[in-house]
C-alpha cells in the first residue's frame, strides 16, 4: 500500500493536491509537510520540513514508511526574481535530496512539478509541442529546465520513477497563490467579488496558457497512475486546458457581475509573461496517459464564482 508525503503542501496546489490523494489512497495514507503551519484539513498527519535539511527528510520518510513524495516546495517566478540564489537552492537543492532518497531505494515514485516558464521568448508562441526551444530568461525557468534534465538523468542514469507535468498558470479558490506570474487571474475574482473592481498587472491582451485547479490535480494523478511502459517523458509533460488573456477573463466575469470593472496597470511581471508561449500542445500527454481537461473559460469562471463567495464568507467568520 502506497504511503504518500507532499513537500510544500500549505501551497495553492499542495492544499487541494492532498484532498485528491486523500480520496485516492486513504485518510491516514497522506503525509503533509511544509515550513509552515499545516493548512486546512492537514493537521491530523503534518510534518513541519525544510526540503533543505537532508537528515529530517529522511527521518520523516522512514517515521511514516513513505514510498512516494510529491516535491511541492518552491519560489514561484514574481517571488523567485527578487532572490534568485535562494531561489535556485531551494529548487535544485530540495529536488536533488528528494532523487537521491529514490536513487537509493527508499522511496518508490517521485512527482516533481515543472512549469511553462522552462519556454522563453525564443520560443513558438503559439501551440508549443513537447519538445520545443527552451532558453527560459527567468531564475525560475533556469532552476525548472535544469530540473527536467536531472530528472530525466536520474532515471536513465539510476532508474528513479520521476515524474513531472509543465503546469500552465495554476487557477483556484480554496488558497491564494504564492507569487507567480499568472496569479491575477486568482486575484481578479476576489476583486470582482470584494470591490467590483481589479487592476491586473498584465496586459489585457497578454495571453497564457491556463489551468483550472480540479484539472491540475485530475493531471497529476493521471500521470502517476499511469503504467511505467506508458511513460515517455521522464522529464515533464506539457499539459494544458486553456488559453486566455485578462482582458477575455474579466470580460467573462463582467458576464455573471455587469458592475464589474477591470483596469490594467503592468507592472516588472509583464516582462516575464511576455517570454512565455500563448497556447501549449499536450498531444504527447494526451496520447500516453489520456489526459483530457474538464474545465474551459465558462466552466472555471461559473465555478470560481459559485465557490468563492463561500470560502470568503467562512474566512469573516
Not at 516575464?272 to 496520447?287: F, H, L, Q
Request: proline share 6%; hydrophobic share 40%.
Amino acid at each position: 500500500m502506497e504511503k504518500v508525503l507532499i513537500i510544500g503542501s500549505s501551497g495553492q496546489l499542495g492544499e487541494e493536491l492532498a484532498e485528491g490523494l486523500r480520496a485516492r489512497f486513504g485518510e491516514d495514507r497522506v503525509v503533509c509537510s511544509d515550513i509552515k503551519d499545516p493548512g486546512t484539513g492537514q493537521e491530523m498527519l503534518f510534518e513541519h520540513l525544510d526540503v533543505l535539511d537532508k537528515d529530517r527528510l529522511l527521518e520523516v520518510v522512514q517515521k511514516h514508511g513513505i514510498t512516494q513524495i510529491y516535491l511541492l516546495a518552491a519560489l514561484l517566478s514574481a517571488v523567485a526574481e527578487k532572490n534568485p540564489a535562494f531561489a535556485w537552492r531551494l529548487n535544485m537543492e530540495g529536488l536533488f535530496n528528494v532523487l537521491d532518497l529514490a536513487k537509493e531505494g527508499r522511496i518508490k515514485k517521485v512527482f516533481w512539478p515543472s512549469s511553462i516558464a522552462v519556454f522563453g521568448p525564443t520560443t513558438p508562441k503559439q501551440q508549443v509541442p513537447q519538445h520545443a526551444i527552451t532558453e527560459p530568461n527567468t531564475i525560475y525557468g533556469v532552476g525548472k529546465l535544469a530540473g527536467e534534465r536531472w530528472c530525466e538523468y536520474y532515471h536513465n542514469k539510476f532508474g528513479v520513477d520521476v515524474r513531472g507535468i509543465r503546469y500552465p498558470g495554476l487557477i483556484g479558490y480554496k488558497t491564494m497563490p504564492g507569487g507567480g506570474t499568472t496569479d491575477y487571474a486568482v486575484h481578479i475574482f476576489h476583486g470582482a467579488l470584494k470591490s467590483h473592481s481589479y487592476a491586473s498587472f498584465l496586459k489585457e491582451g497578454s495571453m497564457l496558457p491556463m489551468m483550472y485547479m480540479p484539472d491540475a490535480v485530475h493531471a497529476t494523478l493521471s500521470l502517476m497512475d499511469a503504467p511505467a511502459d506508458k511513460i515517455s517523458i521522464w522529464s515533464s509533460y506539457n499539459v494544458t486546458a486553456m488559453s486566455f488573456t485578462p482582458g477575455e477573463l474579466a470580460a467573462g466575469i463582467q458576464k455573471r457581475i455587469p458592475e464589474f470593472v477591470c483596469t490594467y496597470a503592468p507592472d516588472h511581471r509583464q516582462a516575464i509573461a511576455d517570454g512565455w508561449p500563448a497556447s501549449i500542445d499536450d498531444t504527447v500527454a494526451r496520447n500516453d496517459w489520456n489526459w483530457t481537461p474538464g474545465y474551459g473559460l465558462n466552466e472555471m469562471v461559473d465555478d470560481m464564482l459559485t465557490h468563492l463567495p463561500m470560502v470568503l464568507a467562512a474566512h469573516q467568520k
